[in-house]
């Protein structure tokens, strides 16, 4: 059982024993507009993920990866009360939506988190298939980081799979470094396993890098 499954299960247990402690509910900032026009062209917003939305976000999880994460991890993810919230975009004329939802609104993404002591691990981010390429990872991430230093958070840590070049690749330009890898991480298919690189970012000095930036 991978490290933040057991951290899940046990986020999950604390909130059954202590049913009068409320869920998180962070204030998503939305950051500057992404810079790729394709990606600027519609409306969005954050929306805290809700049991309501599970279905939908299950359908893109499965749609975007060979080893999804199951629907009983979002649902844990919620019951734990870690901040989880959906990238939704208006429906650009011709489009359609899918999946498809009761507000008509497209889901362009989501990410997972789980807050610790001044740090935050980012458990899962995802693209729709069909919107990526056009700059909303690199969107969620900013988010995701000001959210993370509103929490007085200094680090923010993720795993990669080995073989997820691309993502690897925007994490590094995005700041993050390696600093470990953990062996067998992840299912590989046929019984298999494969190594995460383990990444962090400190968000003290990736806030002044930018602030210095011309």
């Known amino acids: 059982m ?17 049913p009068d402690i409320a869920p998180a509910q962070p204030a ?16 969005i917003h954050f929306a805290t993920m809700t049991e309501a939305d599970l279905d939908t976000v299950h359908a893109v999880e499965t749609s975007a990866y060979t080893h999804p994460w199951s629907r009983k991890h979002f649902h844990d993810s919620l019951l734990a009360g870690y ?8 429906r650009l004329p011709g489009e359609r939506p899918h999946p498809t939802r009761s ?20 458990l899962n981010i995802t693209v729709a298939p069909a919107h990526q390429r056009q700059g909303w990872a690199r969107f969620m991430l900013d988010a995701l980081v000001l959210w993370s ?3 007085q958070a200094q680090w923010l840590w993720l795993e990669v799979r080995q073989s997820n070049l691309p993502a690897r690749r925007l994490y590094e330009q995005y ?18 396993r494969e190594d995460a ?14 602030e210095a930036a011309p």
């Open 103 to 122: 507000d008509d609104r497209l889901p362009l993404g989501y990410l997972v988190a789980m807050p610790g002591v001044e740090e935050v691990h980012l």
């Open 197 to 210: 690189v383990v990444m962090s970012l400190n968000l003290i000095a990736s806030a002044h890098t930018r």
């Open 2 to 18: 991978d490290h933040s499954v057991n951290a899940l299960l046990g986020a999950v247990a604390n909130r059954l024993a202590h």
């Open 175 to 192: 700041g993050f470094n390696q600093v470990g890898l953990r062996k067998a991480y992840y299912p590989a298919g046929a019984l298999q």
């Open 149 to 151: 230093r509103g929490q």
């Open 28 to 43: 998503w900032p939305v950051p500057a507009t992404p810079r790729r026009a394709t990606a600027a062209e519609r409306r």
């Open 83 to 90: 901040p989880a919230v959906m990238l939704l975009g208006e």
